[in-house]
């Protein structure tokens, strides 16, 4: 009887969604003049939905949260400035706040010199903002070196100092009590997880203890921003590949500097193998180890960003498809997916774990070679 109770309900609720949205289509179409004109309105929104999209995932001089047009249709940002910091060989150092550009409306003036924002990058340019082209198109401006503070290095810092705060405080409970408090309650149970679970079955229980700060780290950074780029503020930090390739480099390089005389044996001369075949398998194993982290960067960086892709694509398939069926089914697919993306963010956080777990296991290993 309860199930049933809650289908009704259920049902009950689609249909006033499918009711407000078969409503909403009929005043759409009263308002619209022609075939051809609802035509364009469609193609126009199909772009513009293309182009929130690109946006989206792309990182930005500024923090936005949204914009609107007021009473004499100008549009306003709601946001907050973040600094620019750019290397010139001609002017130096330039050090100013992003609300120069005007999220790209105008052109920023520092010590003389003048720069533009365009497409998200900043070029060198004069003080009427020209941009030259080439023949495909691409500007050809000198772009200075930007060390900018973006809105994904924002974040990152955000997160970082999060991390160190409630890490410090479950450190600093340890020393007074054998059990967490507050919110260490939680992460306890993860912790430990990451140790015997991830950890020791890959490392060893030799070896695992100068991995684990480095294990729980990107563990819980990983989780943390991917849980953040799902929220309405849309801050995604792993759809840049440059931080993706970042996290793989760390694990590369630990993976390097810390794996002892057998593994660097069976690289260059694999025992029990015969000569000519060793010699053939020297660059395969060197190529291996530039490959392994190389998957963890594309591994990363594409299921977030097919994960946005696909999740913003559906959104927008419910401002395209106003009738009975196509709004509520985009609502309820959107819905699914967001779910998910929650269990997509810790496990991408796993994975990247489980897999940097196993390098350094195999660093360490020692062999018994008969």
Known sequence: ??????????????????????????????????TSHTEETEASLGEEIKEFINHHLLDSHDFGLFSYE?????????GSPLPVILYDAESGLNVFSSSKF????????????????????????????????????????????????????????????????????MAKNYKTSALPKGFGRLLEPLILYVRDEIAIPNIGKKHYRKYMSYLLTVFFFIWIVNLL????????????????????????????????????????????????????????????????????????????????????????MMFIFKNWIGSPLSFGLAFALSLLELLVAALQAYIFTMLSALYFGSAVEEHDDH
């Open 70 to 78: 007021d009473e004499h249709g100008k549009e306003v940002h709601v």
């Open 229 to 316: 780029g799902l929220t309405p503020v849309g801050i995604n930090v792993t759809n840049n590949i440059a931080v993706t390739l970042s996290l793989a480099l760390i694990t590369y390089l630990l993976t390097t500097f810390t794996a002892n005389k057998n593994y660097w044996g069976h690289i260059f001369w694999m025992p029990g193998v015969p000569t000519p075949m060793k010699i053939l398998l020297i660059p395969i194993e060197l190529l291996g180890t530039i490959i392994k982290p190389f998957s963890l960067m594309i591994r990363l960086y594409a299921n977030i960003t097919a994960g946005h892709i696909v999740l913003m694509s559906i959104i927008g």
């Open 102 to 169: 005007h999220h790209g409306e105008t052109v920023a003036e520092n010590n003389g010199s003048f720069f533009k924002l365009y497409h998200g990058k900043i070029y060198k340019t004069d003080a009427a903002g020209t941009i030259t082209y080439d023949d495909h198109h691409h500007a050809t401006n000198t772009k200075p070196i930007d060390f900018s503070i973006t809105k994904n290095v924002s974040f990152i810092f955000l997160v970082a100092l999060f991390m160190f705060l409630v890490f410090t405080g």
């Open 1 to 34: 009887m309860r199930r049933d109770f809650l289908i009704k309900k259920i049902t009950f609720l689609l249909f006033l969604v499918s009711f407000i949205s078969v409503a909403q289509h009929h005043d759409n179409e009263h308002a619209k003049h022609s």
